[in-house]
């Protein structure tokens, strides 16, 4: 086989990188380990930043999006019973959309089937080969035999346990971690949202989350232990336990409900530099993770995927190659100000093992301060709707 962009990794970052390149008239070949039903069946988040929304306009797939995606202009941020509201609209004059990632996806695959993309699933033995010459190619097995796919560049989507990092060699190889003391239980319920925007909760029995999906479909979280499992949690047990969490006005309208999902997710943050090594680029979880509190996962992605899309484009269409050399250091500065956002959410509002007297007080302040400080609510506004590409 033979294309012009391999792309290693079929969940939202592979498929829209291939749906733009496909705009601009350059081939890609999507390889997946897992199969479309396991990618379409993953529960992940659903705030989309601006520039987020943006690409999945030039990419063409935003229709569903728009008629059927949430535009919220704020978020609330609770300290106990106090709660106040940031405007995103007010103070950056932009909002964020809220649209399950799932629905990203779903919109993705139809569009690359329209198109008629080569998009490969259940590839075992993934590996990239000659990153560092002219000519890469990527062996794989699929459907009982061995392929190989000829290429002129090589993009890992592939996730934090994907095969293409790896390739980079450790004399080069960075990678900066910090693994957070809890965990995220996470429930979905076809219930309706407590309220009309995200509820960010800091409290003395640790930090709550109350989200959606739609109209009739709820998505919470509440901070619990890493050795939990999520058969240690009753649906009474959590819905009693965010009650406690959240202001009392919130849990007064709370409308309950059997969970139809329900999981724990640990916290990380993680980055790796650089993001590239010869002819192969790193997109999104293959490079990067952030935890949740931010709402940086998918979007820091899609800021790999503009940042090479438009580089691979250039070179195919000018021979520019100035996009491709810098990318890593391009993607990683904006990289960076996401990881920062997203560990100063996390620290902001979660109770740490740790934590003594003082640093509850500094948690406090630091949030009083949030309330009342129109810089201080302008810099988390700019940071949440997204920084500019």
């Known amino acids: 086989m033979r294309t012009q962009v391999a792309i290693i990794g079929g969940g939202p970052a592979g498929l829209l990188l291939s749906q733009l390149l496909h705009k601009a008239g350059v081939a890609s070949v999507v390889l997946e380990r897992r199969s479309r039903e396991y990618v379409l069946s993953r529960i992940r988040a659903g705030v989309l930043e601006t520039g987020l929304v943006n690409l999945m306009h030039e990419a063409g797939i935003a229709e569903r999006m728009d008629r059927e995606g949430f535009i919220h202009d704020g978020t609330l941020i609770a300290n106990g019973n106090d709660q106040f509201r940031i405007d995103f609209k007010e103070l950056t004059g932009s909002h964020v959309m809220v649209y399950g990632q799932t629905e990203v996806t779903r919109d993705l695959y139809e569009a690359r089937d329209a198109a008629g993309a080569t998009v490969m699933h259940e590839c075992s033995g993934v590996k990239p080969h000659d990153l560092t010459t002219d000519a890469p190619y990527v062996t794989f097995f699929h459907e ?10 090589i993009a890992g989507c592939d996730g934090f346990h994907g095969p293409c990092r790896q390739e980079i060699p450790l004399s080069v190889r960075r990678e900066f971690e910090k693994v957070y003391p809890f965990g995220w239980l996470g429930v979905l319920s076809e219930t309706p949202p407590v309220d009309n925007e995200l509820i960010y909760s800091n409290s003395e029995r640790g930090f709550a989350l109350c989200s959606m999906r739609n109209a009739n479909l709820s998505r919470y979280y509440i901070q619990c232990q890493l050795s939990d499992t999520p058969d240690d949690w009753t649906d009474d047990a959590f819905w009693d336990e ?4 959240i202001p009392e006005e919130a849990a007064d309208r709370l409308v309950t409900g059997p969970s139809i999902e329900k999981s724990i997710a640990p916290l990380r943050s993680f980055v790796c530099e650089p993001m590239q090594w010869g002819r192969m680029f790193l997109c999104g979880d293959a490079a990067h993770i952030v935890p949740p509190t931010g709402a940086k ?51 902001l509002l979660h109770r740490l093992p740790e934590q003594s007297e003082f640093d509850i007080r500094m948690q406090d302040a630091d949030i009083a301060y949030l309330q009342h400080s129109t810089a201080a609510q302008t810099a988390m506004a700019e940071n949440y709707v997204g920084l500019p590409y």
């Open 144 to 153: 009982g035999a061995v392929h190989r796919l000829d290429c002129d560049f």
């Open 242 to 245: 965010l009650r406690r969490r």
């Open 297 to 347: 996962g998918l979007n820091t992605a899609a800021s790999d995927v503009n940042y090479l899309w438009r580089a691979l484009v250039a070179w195919y269409n000018d021979g520019e190659r100035g996009g491709i050399d810098t990318y890593s250091e391009t993607a990683l500065a904006r990289i960076w100000k996401a990881e920062r956002f997203s560990w100063w959410m996390t620290t």
